[in-house]
């Protein structure tokens, strides 16, 4: 199965700063098959991004997708307040789909 | 109002039996193919069981295969987790999602979750 590594594991930011958040996987993903997924303390995952870059609906422009192969970035330009929260990324190229670990993005 | 809402969770013993129950709501359940995803305390997200809209197509993870059963009633839009031979490592949060593309399994749709604990 295809092992997916999120770094860092916790990221330290004010609101209004710019958040990188990156996803690597251990074999190359096909059609840029990965997802994103926001998790707010206590609730169920949101879908953020699918097709390594295509925002769900709903999702403000203030978070993209980018990256293909083994190297994906989930890039939030300005936090807000409600945006402090884990973040997974998840490949469905292959069966299993499998999860990374997660990112917590913290108020610093 | 589009939601998914599980039922079914709760304390079982090791060895034991649960049934997990998620209904949808809001959007035509039978068009689109379901999951369950669990996630134990503290841990991240693990895929556990998809099954296609007309239920053609199962799948299940090697760490639930023999013991979880997923099944769907179209006509009561619900989906079923049973989960047999109930071990530690299977107590977490239950999520059921949605599948919103045939064949692309990222999933736009998730229940609040139901805890299942699994204890002596």
């Known amino acids: 199965e295809i092992v997916l590594t999120q770094s860092p594991g916790t990221l330290s930011l004010s609101p209004g700063e710019r958040a990188t958040l990156s996803c690597r996987a251990s074999?190359?993903?096909?059609?840029?098959?990965l997802a994103w997924y926001q998790q707010r303390p206590g609730q169920a995952p949101r879908l953020l991004i699918h097709?390594?870059?295509t925002r769900a609906a709903g999702i403000p422009d203030r978070f993209s997708g980018s990256g293909s192969g083994t190297d994906f970035t989930l890039t939030i330009s300005r936090l807000e307040p409600g945006d402090f929260a884990v973040y997974f990324c998840?490949?469905?190229?292959?069966?299993?789909?499998?999860f990374g670990q997660g990112t917590k993005v913290e108020i610093k | 109002e589009v939601q998914m809402l599980e039922s079914g969770g709760g304390l079982v013993q090791p060895g034991g039996s649960l049934g997990l129950s998620c209904e949808a709501s809001?959007?035509?359940?039978?068009?689109?193919?379901v999951t369950w995803v669990r996630q134990a305390p503290g841990r991240g997200l693990e895929w556990v069981s998809s099954?296609?809209?007309?239920?053609?197509?199962?799948y299940v993870a090697d760490s639930v295969k023999g013991r979880f059963t997923v099944s769907r009633d179209n006509s009561k839009n619900t989906l079923y987790l049973q989960m047999n031979s109930l071990r530690a490592d299977d107590t977490a949060v239950y999520y059921c999602?949605?599948?919103?593309?045939?064949?692309?399994?990222?999933?736009?749709?998730w229940g609040r979750g139901t805890p299942v604990t699994v204890s002596s």
């Open positions: 999602a949605r599948i919103l593309v045939s064949g692309s399994w990222y999933f736009d749709l």
């Open positions: 809001g959007f035509t359940f039978s068009n689109y193919g």
């Open positions: 099954i296609s809209k007309s239920s053609t197509y199962i």
């Open positions: 074999q190359s993903i096909s059609t840029n098959y």
């Open positions: 097709g390594a870059s």
């Open positions: 998840q490949q469905y190229s292959s069966t299993p789909p499998t």
